[in-house]
Protein backbone atom coordinates (compact mmCIF):
# COMPACT_ATOMS: atom_id res chain seq x y z
CA UNK A 1 0.00 0.00 0.00
CA UNK A 2 0.89 3.97 -0.72
CA UNK A 3 2.46 5.22 1.86
CA UNK A 4 4.27 8.91 2.42
CA UNK A 5 4.97 9.43 6.02
CA UNK A 6 6.11 12.97 7.62
CA UNK A 7 8.34 13.08 10.56
CA UNK A 8 6.03 14.84 13.17
CA UNK A 9 2.62 15.53 13.75
CA UNK A 10 2.62 18.23 16.03
CA UNK A 11 5.64 20.56 16.16
CA UNK A 12 6.50 23.73 18.12
CA UNK A 13 9.38 25.80 17.85
CA UNK A 14 10.28 29.06 18.66
CA UNK A 15 11.29 32.43 16.53
CA UNK A 16 15.11 32.68 15.03
CA UNK A 17 14.82 28.51 15.29
CA UNK A 18 16.40 26.17 12.06
CA UNK A 19 13.27 23.73 11.78
CA UNK A 20 13.92 20.21 9.77
CA UNK A 21 10.36 18.66 8.61
CA UNK A 22 11.45 15.37 7.33
CA UNK A 23 9.09 13.73 4.38
CA UNK A 24 9.44 9.86 3.51
CA UNK A 25 7.58 7.73 0.58
CA UNK A 26 8.42 4.42 0.31
CA UNK A 27 7.18 4.16 -3.36
CA UNK A 28 9.40 4.83 -5.05
CA UNK A 29 7.85 7.68 -6.83
CA UNK A 30 10.50 10.45 -8.94
CA UNK A 31 8.40 13.63 -7.65
CA UNK A 32 7.72 15.05 -4.24
CA UNK A 33 6.07 18.24 -3.29
CA UNK A 34 6.00 20.51 0.18
CA UNK A 35 2.87 22.28 0.66
CA UNK A 36 1.39 24.50 3.36
CA UNK A 37 -2.16 24.83 4.14
CA UNK A 38 -3.54 27.73 5.57
CA UNK A 39 -7.23 28.17 6.44
CA UNK A 40 -9.59 29.90 3.05
CA UNK A 41 -6.43 29.50 1.31
CA UNK A 42 -5.96 26.12 0.16
CA UNK A 43 -3.04 24.22 -0.42
CA UNK A 44 0.10 26.61 -1.84
CA UNK A 45 3.66 24.98 -2.97
CA UNK A 46 6.36 25.62 -1.48
CA UNK A 47 9.02 23.56 -3.49
CA UNK A 48 8.89 20.43 -5.24
CA UNK A 49 11.78 17.86 -6.62
CA UNK A 50 11.50 15.91 -9.55
CA UNK A 51 14.67 13.85 -9.03
CA UNK A 52 17.57 13.35 -6.22
CA UNK A 53 19.66 16.84 -5.55
CA UNK A 54 16.82 18.82 -7.91
CA UNK A 55 14.32 21.19 -6.79
CA UNK A 56 12.45 23.91 -8.48
CA UNK A 57 10.70 26.50 -6.35
CA UNK A 58 6.59 26.52 -6.57
CA UNK A 59 4.54 29.53 -5.48
CA UNK A 60 5.85 30.98 -2.06
CA UNK A 61 9.62 29.68 -1.52
CA UNK A 62 10.51 32.77 0.77
CA UNK A 63 11.64 31.74 3.97
CA UNK A 64 12.04 27.63 2.84
CA UNK A 65 15.20 25.58 1.83
CA UNK A 66 14.71 21.78 0.78
CA UNK A 67 17.15 18.52 0.76
CA UNK A 68 16.47 16.16 -1.23
CA UNK A 69 19.63 13.66 -0.75
CA UNK A 70 17.88 10.41 -1.38
CA UNK A 71 14.72 9.62 -3.76
CA UNK A 72 12.66 8.29 -0.83
CA UNK A 73 13.13 11.32 1.09
CA UNK A 74 12.68 15.11 1.19
CA UNK A 75 13.05 17.36 3.86
CA UNK A 76 11.87 20.98 4.46
CA UNK A 77 14.00 23.49 5.88
CA UNK A 78 12.66 26.85 7.89
CA UNK A 79 16.63 28.69 8.21
CA UNK A 80 14.98 31.03 10.78
CA UNK A 81 11.18 30.45 12.12
CA UNK A 82 8.84 33.41 12.16
CA UNK A 83 5.47 33.22 13.19
CA UNK A 84 4.10 34.01 9.95
CA UNK A 85 5.13 30.33 9.61
CA UNK A 86 2.98 28.61 11.58
CA UNK A 87 0.60 26.41 9.17
CA UNK A 88 -0.26 23.26 8.01
CA UNK A 89 2.37 21.65 6.56
CA UNK A 90 1.69 18.47 3.84
CA UNK A 91 4.09 16.45 1.98
CA UNK A 92 3.15 14.50 -1.23
CA UNK A 93 4.33 12.21 -4.08
CA UNK A 94 3.50 11.21 -7.80
CA UNK A 95 5.29 9.36 -10.02
CA UNK A 96 3.95 12.02 -12.82
CA UNK A 97 4.79 15.25 -12.29
CA UNK A 98 0.88 16.58 -12.53
CA UNK A 99 -0.63 12.84 -11.82
CA UNK A 100 -1.92 11.36 -8.59
CA UNK A 101 -0.29 12.89 -5.40
CA UNK A 102 -0.58 10.82 -2.75
CA UNK A 103 0.14 12.76 0.79
CA UNK A 104 1.48 12.46 4.20
CA UNK A 105 -0.62 12.58 7.51
CA UNK A 106 0.61 17.04 7.90
CA UNK A 107 2.41 18.76 10.12
CA UNK A 108 0.85 21.20 12.27
CA UNK A 109 3.91 23.80 12.92
CA UNK A 110 3.54 26.40 15.60
CA UNK A 111 5.80 29.02 15.83
CA UNK A 112 5.92 31.00 18.92
CA UNK B 1 -3.89 33.49 -8.09
CA UNK B 2 -5.56 30.25 -7.42
CA UNK B 3 -6.56 28.58 -10.64
CA UNK B 4 -9.09 26.07 -8.94
CA UNK B 5 -12.31 27.91 -6.87
CA UNK B 6 -14.46 25.77 -5.38
CA UNK B 7 -18.11 26.58 -5.13
CA UNK B 8 -20.20 26.75 -2.36
CA UNK B 9 -17.14 27.47 0.47
CA UNK B 10 -19.28 25.15 2.84
CA UNK B 11 -22.41 22.83 1.98
CA UNK B 12 -24.71 21.25 4.75
CA UNK B 13 -27.07 17.97 3.91
CA UNK B 14 -28.88 15.04 5.39
CA UNK B 15 -27.96 11.97 5.52
CA UNK B 16 -29.25 10.23 1.85
CA UNK B 17 -29.02 12.97 0.30
CA UNK B 18 -26.75 14.45 -2.78
CA UNK B 19 -24.02 16.33 -2.79
CA UNK B 20 -22.71 18.72 -5.66
CA UNK B 21 -19.47 20.67 -5.57
CA UNK B 22 -18.37 22.72 -8.35
CA UNK B 23 -15.33 23.81 -9.34
CA UNK B 24 -14.02 26.65 -12.10
CA UNK B 25 -10.57 27.54 -13.45
CA UNK B 26 -9.21 29.80 -15.81
CA UNK B 27 -6.41 28.51 -17.87
CA UNK B 28 -6.31 25.09 -20.30
CA UNK B 29 -5.91 22.17 -18.38
CA UNK B 30 -4.59 18.59 -18.76
CA UNK B 31 -6.43 17.40 -16.31
CA UNK B 32 -8.52 17.98 -13.25
CA UNK B 33 -8.26 16.07 -9.97
CA UNK B 34 -10.54 15.93 -6.87
CA UNK B 35 -9.32 15.29 -3.47
CA UNK B 36 -10.37 14.77 0.08
CA UNK B 37 -8.99 16.03 3.82
CA UNK B 38 -10.80 14.73 6.88
CA UNK B 39 -10.48 16.97 9.80
CA UNK B 40 -6.86 17.67 10.35
CA UNK B 41 -5.04 15.42 7.73
CA UNK B 42 -3.52 14.88 4.66
CA UNK B 43 -5.70 14.58 1.42
CA UNK B 44 -6.63 11.37 -0.32
CA UNK B 45 -7.43 11.20 -4.01
CA UNK B 46 -10.66 10.90 -5.32
CA UNK B 47 -10.76 10.64 -9.16
CA UNK B 48 -8.68 12.27 -12.13
CA UNK B 49 -10.59 13.26 -15.05
CA UNK B 50 -8.72 14.69 -18.24
CA UNK B 51 -9.41 17.01 -20.30
CA UNK B 52 -10.59 14.62 -23.26
CA UNK B 53 -12.83 12.96 -20.88
CA UNK B 54 -17.15 14.00 -20.08
CA UNK B 55 -17.92 12.27 -17.32
CA UNK B 56 -16.25 9.86 -15.10
CA UNK B 57 -17.82 7.92 -12.35
CA UNK B 58 -16.43 6.00 -8.95
CA UNK B 59 -18.73 4.18 -6.77
CA UNK B 60 -20.71 7.20 -5.30
CA UNK B 61 -18.74 9.97 -7.01
CA UNK B 62 -19.52 11.34 -10.08
CA UNK B 63 -17.35 13.84 -11.83
CA UNK B 64 -18.31 16.18 -14.93
CA UNK B 65 -15.78 18.41 -16.63
CA UNK B 66 -16.81 21.04 -18.95
CA UNK B 67 -13.95 22.52 -21.10
CA UNK B 68 -15.67 25.36 -22.50
CA UNK B 69 -16.78 27.02 -19.38
CA UNK B 70 -13.67 25.83 -17.52
CA UNK B 71 -15.75 24.17 -14.69
CA UNK B 72 -16.35 20.07 -12.93
CA UNK B 73 -18.59 19.32 -10.66
CA UNK B 74 -18.48 16.74 -7.90
CA UNK B 75 -21.64 14.98 -7.17
CA UNK B 76 -21.97 12.34 -4.01
CA UNK B 77 -24.75 10.64 -4.32
CA UNK B 78 -26.64 9.08 -0.91
CA UNK B 79 -24.01 10.50 1.20
CA UNK B 80 -23.25 9.42 4.61
CA UNK B 81 -22.16 10.88 7.62
CA UNK B 82 -18.81 9.48 6.95
CA UNK B 83 -18.46 11.86 3.74
CA UNK B 84 -17.79 14.76 6.34
CA UNK B 85 -14.50 16.06 5.09
CA UNK B 86 -13.18 19.03 3.07
CA UNK B 87 -12.73 18.62 -0.54
CA UNK B 88 -10.86 20.32 -3.04
CA UNK B 89 -9.96 20.60 -6.59
CA UNK B 90 -6.58 20.70 -8.38
CA UNK B 91 -5.91 21.78 -11.91
CA UNK B 92 -2.92 20.59 -14.08
CA UNK B 93 -1.98 23.30 -16.64
CA UNK B 94 0.12 21.11 -18.81
CA UNK B 95 2.83 21.44 -16.43
CA UNK B 96 4.69 19.81 -13.83
CA UNK B 97 2.38 20.48 -10.41
CA UNK B 98 -1.07 20.67 -9.53
CA UNK B 99 -3.01 23.70 -8.25
CA UNK B 100 -5.46 23.25 -5.81
CA UNK B 101 -8.58 25.62 -4.71
CA UNK B 102 -9.45 26.47 -1.44
CA UNK B 103 -11.80 23.73 -0.66
CA UNK B 104 -15.43 22.71 -0.40
CA UNK B 105 -16.68 21.89 3.53
CA UNK B 106 -19.32 19.44 3.34
CA UNK B 107 -21.07 18.70 6.46
CA UNK B 108 -23.00 15.36 6.43
CA UNK B 109 -25.94 15.19 9.45
CA UNK B 110 -26.88 11.51 10.39
Known amino acids: DVKVTQSSRYLVKRTGEKVFLECVQD?????MFWYRQDPGLGLRLIYF???????EKGDIPEGYSVSREKKERFSLILESASTNQTSMYLC???????????FGPGTRLTVL | SQQGEEDPQALSIQEGENATMNCSYKTSINNLQWYRQNSGRGLVHLILIRSNEREKHSGRLRVTLDTSKKSSSLLITASRAADTASYFCATDQYGNKLVFGAGTILRVKS
Open chain 1, 49 to 55: SYDVKMK
Open chain 1, 92 to 102: ASSSIRADTQY
Open chain 1, 27 to 31: MDHEN
